[in-house]
């Protein structure tokens, strides 16, 4: 079963990442890129889960991962966590 993207503003911190990350950083056009192309492919992800059954992490959220894993060059899933 295909899990929900959604994001948890205040589990972690009291502020958000909205204001953690300056207005002229680079990585702000590309997440509307990426958040377009992601939207874009949500009925593709839809039809390759299964309807029941527990629900799995978002598939956009693990593309936005690995996005930022690969632009941050950064080696490992393990890395990219801490």
């Known amino acids: 079963m295909r899990?929900?993207?959604q994001h948890q503003q205040k589990m972690f911190s009291y502020l958000s990442p909205e204001s953690r990350v300056p207005q002229n950083?680079?990585?702000r056009p590309i997440r509307?890129?990426?958040d377009k192309a992601l939207k874009e492919l949500s009925p593709v992800f839809q039809e390759l889960y299964a309807r029941k059954g527990r629900p799995s992490i978002a598939p956009e959220r693990l593309l936005r991962s690995l996005?930022?894993?690969i632009l941050y060059s950064i080696r490992s899933e393990r890395m990219l966590v801490e």
Do not use: F
């Open 25 to 27: 950083h680079p990585l």
């Open 3 to 5: 899990g929900y993207d």
């Open 32 to 34: 509307i890129i990426v």
């Open 67 to 69: 996005l930022l894993q």
